[in-house]
């Protein structure tokens, strides 16, 4: 049995990347990003957690809030302990993104998100 685990989204960062270095001294940089769903009932919005390794997050860590970006990866879950209640998040682990100019976001069709 084969499985795939590949995700692709394209949104605006929140807030401006975050990078920081693993103990080793690999960098890794963070963000957060939206993308949006039309729906008969408006759009609707969720938020993405990215996390990027390596000589990739150095160059993610010039990224700025408001920026469109498409990020390709794979969806990873990890738990860890807040207040002694065990929590679950899901979070892209990004192997490519590319910063995209705003006004290519002006030629994507109708229904698309921006």
């Known amino acids: 049995m084969s499985y795939i685990n590949q ?14 270095h693993t103990p ?3 960098p890794v940089t963070t963000f ?5 769903t039309a729906t008969r009932k408006g759009p609707h919005v ?6 990027i390794f390596g000589e990739l997050a150095e160059e993610a860590g010039s990224l700025r809030k408001g920026d469109n970006v498409r990020v ?13 209640a065990n929590r679950k998040v899901w979070e892209v682990r990004a192997s490519a993104f590319e910063k995209l100019e705003r006004s290519a976001r ?6 698309v998100p921006a």
Not at 72 to 84: A, F, I, P, V
Request: proline content about 2%; cysteine-free.
């Open 7 to 20: 995700i692709t989204l394209q949104g605006n960062l929140g807030k401006d990347a975050e990078t920081k």
């Open 24 to 26: 080793d001294g690999t």
């Open 32 to 36: 957060s990003m939206a993308t949006e």
């Open 46 to 51: 969720d938020w993405h957690d990215i996390v």
């Open 72 to 84: 390709e990866g794979t969806l990873r879950s990890r738990t860890y302990e807040k207040d002694g």
């Open 106 to 111: 002006k030629a994507e069709p109708e229904g």
